[in-house]
C-alpha cells in the first residue's frame, strides 16, 4: 500500500498568514493527489483535484502543486472559515489512501 | 444538485451486522462508482472498497475484504454496504462518496455513526 505522510498535524496560524501543509507518498502517484477540507461534525469536502485543479466553487485562496511524491495544499491569505481538519487522498493506485490529517487552528 | 443521504446512526451488538444506506439523487446513478470510507475517532480515513452501480463490480481494499459486502439497487439509486461480525473496532463513521473518473472522490454523503456496544 501507499504510504501518505502528512504534515504537520497540528497547525496554528493567524487571519491573513499563508499556510502551507504537505503530504509525502511512499511511492510516485503521478499527480493523482486530492486534497479535502473537513469542519467539526461534517464530510469532507473536496478543494484541490488532481494535484493543482480547484474543485468548482472553492475560493481561489486555496491552491495546490506537487507531483511525483511531493504535494502542497497553500491557503494564501488565511480566513477564519478556514479552521477544519485538511486531508490528502492518493487515488494512483488501489488501495486509496490517505494521509493523517493536519487540523487547522487560528492563533 | 449532486446529494448522497445516507442512513441515520447505528448501535449494535457486538457479533451483529448492520446494513447501511446511501440514496443518490441529482445525477444519473450509473455513471459514477460509489466508494465507502470509514473514519475512525473523527481523525484517520480508510478507503473501504468501491461498487460500480451499473454492473455491480467490486473492488474492496484487502483489510475490508471480510468485514463489508457492497451491493446497490438501481432501482432506488441506493448502494448499500453490509458490514458483519462487528467488533469494537468497526465503531466509527462511514461515508459513502461518490467517484469521478480521474478525479477521484467528489461529493460524499453527511455519513453515518455505527456504535458497537452490548
Known amino acids: 500500500d501507499i504510504q501518505m505522510t502528512q504534515s504537520p498535524s497540528f497547525l496554528s496560524a493567524s487571519v491573513g498568514d499563508r499556510v502551507t501543509i504537505n503530504c509525502k507518498a511512499s511511492q510516485n502517484i503521478n499527480r493523482y493527489l486530492n486534497w479535502y477540507q473537513q469542519k467539526l461534525g461534517e464530510a469532507p469536502k473536496l478543494l484541490i483535484y488532481?494535484?493543482?485543479s480547484l474543485q468548482t466553487g472553492i475560493p481561489s485562496r486555496f491552491s495546490g502543486s506537487g507531483s511525483g511524491t511531493d504535494f502542497t495544499l497553500t491557503i494564501s491569505s488565511l480566513q477564519p472559515e478556514d479552521v477544519a481538519t485538511y486531508f490528502c487522498?492518493?487515488?494512483?493506485?488501489?488501495?486509496?489512501?490517505f494521509g493523517g490529517g493536519t487540523k487547522l487552528e487560528l492563533k | 444538485q449532486v446529494n448522497l443521504l445516507q442512513s441515520g446512526a447505528a448501535l449494535v451488538k457486538p457479533g451483529a451486522s448492520v446494513k447501511l444506506s446511501c440514496k443518490a439523487s441529482g445525477y444519473t446513478f450509473t455513471d459514477y462508482y460509489i466508494h465507502w470510507v470509514k473514519q475512525s475517532h473523527g481523525k484517520s480515513l480508510e478507503w473501504i472498497g468501491y461498487i460500480n452501480p451499473n454492473s455491480g463490480y467490486t473492488n474492496y481494499n484487502e483489510k475490508f475484504k471480510s468485514k463489508a459486502t457492497l451491493t446497490v439497487d438501481k432501482s432506488t439509486n441506493t448502494a448499500y454496504m453490509e458490514l458483519s461480525r462487528l467488533t469494537s473496532e468497526d465503531s466509527a463513521t462511514y461515508y459513502c462518496?461518490?467517484?469521478?473518473?480521474?478525479?477521484?472522490?467528489?461529493?460524499w454523503g453527511q455519513g453515518v455513526m455505527v456504535t458497537v456496544s452490548s
Open positions: 462518496t461518490r467517484h469521478r473518473l480521474r478525479r477521484g472522490l467528489d461529493y
Open positions: 488532481n494535484a493543482n
Open positions: 487522498l492518493q487515488h494512483n493506485s488501489w488501495p486509496w489512501t
